[in-house]
């Protein structure tokens, strides 16, 4: 089995006046994951449901392979999914359910029950063909939904959230299976999701979606470590905003001095974004900054600190916490790193809507 | 008959949806039991007394012994199997037309038209809202309409092969009206139960045509709904009377009502044989539509 290549072209895509999707590309690579990660109303969905044959974009090509599907039927296409909500068929037990595609095939049905069989063995319940869907648990639905996906050897694979409605623990193992599953197998996946943790987790690489476009494609540890916008790194995990001054290719913040990393805004006055594992915090009875709250998360803790009138987040060890107990005065010190930085916030709250919003600064 | 028009089967139907409220309190309780019993015995008198002086008037008429020859006669009598088969037939055309022309257009505003489905709900509610002799006198109007000019055309002959009597078409057109409503409101509850946009999806994306996944998925889940929106169009169209007879057509109920003239031990026979084939079929019916619950 080998996976597509699949190619957004400039999806557009408007419900009733609000533009889903807003001039989308994006290429995904033969045999990869990716992930569309972004708040809720970002496309992600609407771009899958375009893969899938479930929504016609205004605007744009849906290439499969170089070849443009854009305007073939959904029961015409490559690609399983897997749904969100439940979706085995309620009357057909597990086995018919994981031989549906090989029937409207009209696979001859001993050939059928034995690709299910194989199917049901892939995902570890090879002991359930006989019953029926309300009788398994969640976490078994959405398995054999992705069985029921994977039986007619699609070339693409679709994830639609499957994992949101499952608990913590379940969803976990399953998208660790999910992930050996496609690594296994070298199918094209995309994986839709608004969970971070997720996305980052099982994807080759993180396509963040922000008012129906595309704010920055990239690896995990990229995306992380290196965020192409102020959006995405405050999507991706928490930033802090400091207010700091331009000088030079540098920024004065919080008494030290940082590189610059990326865009300029036109102002020296910026907010500077800096992750909460990148404050260290030494107690230090003399310093301005006092320790407010303590959210212990075991093997880290987040720690609230304000500092004149700012509040900053800081992610210390766990056994740090003791020492660093609300109500101790500590000293903030940043990792010398470059950083990234933004229009100061009041700005940048009012271009919220625009793709850069370093354009706006007054 | 009063029990087979529409009203009848669907009193049937309301009570145990009303029964399962929540109850709490032991003290509660058994006056609820009380009362329920008290209501149960209301509704048993108000059905049964009529019932149970129906069957005495046709086994035992004044001066006369005890005698079941009343209801040998039925199948003796002229016009009995014609007009029972007629109306059988009436009422499995009815079905067919009824449900190919709500699933799918239910289906189709479910999925692309959301917006939509106030305005289907209130056009299927109307036909309970227009009474019948309004209907039938608009029915006749139309029928009745032909200029002389038109006699040659399609037209023409059309209106006159939808009258044919062995098999009036019209009456079904008739009927699929009257029974939208209720067709409408089953369908509407057993598509409520399943998540009809992700099983259509999963279908689509597995491979299945629509007339595939309709047959294979959406029927197979709707079995129970489709049963009693069948059931309560075979009981609308086994119990119609007054379009039936003023368009002069002989259905079953006009068949009884013309015999009860000169024979009306036999025509109250019918009716309460009728009725009880009626019960047969609910019956049938609803362990049909436990048996799915169980099952899936």
Redesign the interface.
């Known amino acids: 089995m080998n996976g597509a290549k699949v190619e957004l072209r400039g999806l557009r895509r408007n419900f009733s006046g609000t533009a889903a999707l807003d001039g989308l590309d994006l290429t995904i690579e033969s045999g990869e994951l990716i992930a569309l990660l972004g708040p809720s109303g970002c496309g992600k969905t609407t771009a899958l449901r375009c893969v ?3 929504e016609q974009p205004d605007e744009g090509t849906v290439l499969v392979d170089g070849k443009d599907i854009t305007r073939v ?5 490559d ?3 897997v ?1 969100q ?7 057909l037990n597990i086995r018919d359910n994981v031989a ?2 090989l029937r ?2 009209k696979v001859p049905a001993a050939k059928r029950h034995a690709r299910a069989q194989e199917l049901l063995e892939l995902i570890g319940l090879p002991h359930i063909g006989g019953r ?1 869907p ?1 009788q398994l648990s969640g976490g078994q639905q959405q398995r054999v ?1 992705l069985a ?2 994977l ?2 050897e699609p070339r693409v694979l679709l994830l639609d959230e499957p994992l949101s409605a499952l608990d913590a623990k379940v969803r976990v193992s399953l998208r660790e299976e999910i992930r050996r599953l496609q690594l296994s197998l070298g199918i094209t996946t995309i994986f839709v999701t608004h969970d971070q943790e997720e996305a980052l987790s099982m994807a080759d690489r993180v396509a963040v979606l922000r008012a129906g476009r595309l704010e920055q494609v990239a690896d995990p540890a990229t995306l992380y470590d290196r965020p192409a916008t102020p959006f995405v790194a405050e999507f991706v995990g928490t930033m802090n905003r400091v207010p700091g001054r331009i000088d030079g290719n540098q920024v004065a913040v919080l008494g030290q001095t940082l590189p610059v990393d990326g865009d300029l805004p036109g102002t020296p006055d910026v907010d500077v974004l800096i992750r909460p594992e990148a404050v260290r915090l030494t107690p230090d009875a003399e310093a301005e900054g006092m320790v407010l709250v303590s959210s212990f998360r075991g093997s880290t803790a987040q720690l609230r600190v304000q500092l004149g009138d700012i509040e900053v987040l800081a992610d210390v060890p766990g056994h740090d916490s003791v020492r660093l107990a609300p109500g101790t005065r500590v000293r903030i010190e940043l990792v010398e790193r470059p950083v990234l930085v933004s229009a100061s916030s009041g700005a940048t709250a009012a271009s919220a809507k625009t793709p850069v919003p370093e354009h706006d600064v007054v | 008959m009063a029990a087979l028009t529409p009203e009848g089967p669907m009193a049937q139907l309301t009570p145990p949806a009303v029964a399962a409220g929540p109850v709490s309190g032991p003290g509660r309780r058994r006056r609820i039991r009380v009362w329920r019993g008290a209501i149960l015995a209301i509704a048993a008198v108000y059905f049964l007394v009529p019932l149970i002086a129906s069957f005495t008037f046709t086994v035992k008429a004044p001066e006369q012994d005890f005698s079941l020859d009343a209801y040998g006669q039925i199948f003796t009598t002229e016009g009995f199997g014609q007009s029972l088969l007629l109306s059988i037939g009436l009422g499995v055309a009815t079905i067919a037309v009824v449900l190919l022309l709500t699933l799918p257009a239910m289906l189709a505003v479910r999925l692309r038209v959301p917006k939509m489905k106030p305005i289907m709900e209130i056009v299927c509610t109307l036909p309970l809202v227009v009474p019948p002799i309004t209907f039938v006198a608009g029915i006749n109007t139309v029928l009745q309409f032909g200029p002389d000019y038109l006699a040659s055309t399609p037209f023409y002959q059309t209106i006159f092969a939808i009258q044919d009597e062995n098999f009036p078409v019209v009456l079904v057109l008739a009927y699929v009206i009257l029974a939208l409503p209720f067709v409408y409101r089953s369908l509407d509850a057993g598509l409520g139960a399943i998540d009809v946009r992700t099983l259509v999806e999963a279908a689509r994306n597995l491979g299945a045509s629509w007339p595939h996944l309709i047959f294979r998925v959406i029927v197979p889940n709707l079995r129970s709904s489709l049963a009693s929106a069948s059931f309560l169009t075979l009981a609308l169209v086994l119990g119609e009377f007054t379009i039936a007879s003023l368009l002069h057509f002989q259905t079953f109920p006009v068949w009884i009502y013309t015999i009860s003239g000169s024979q009306a031990q036999v025509s109250v026979a019918v009716s309460v044989f009728s009725l009880l084939i009626t019960w047969l079929l609910l019956l049938v019916l609803s362990s049909a539509g436990a048996r799915q619950r169980s099952g899936s």
Do not use: I, T
């Not at chain 1, 039927?73 to 296409?77: G, H």
């Not at chain 1, 909500?85 to 009357?91: D, T």
């Open positions: 899938a044959g479930f039927p959904a029961n015409k296409r690609a399983g999914m749904f909500s439940y979706s085995l068929f309620p009357n549906f595609g409207v095939r029926f309300h939904a029921r996906a039986a007619l």
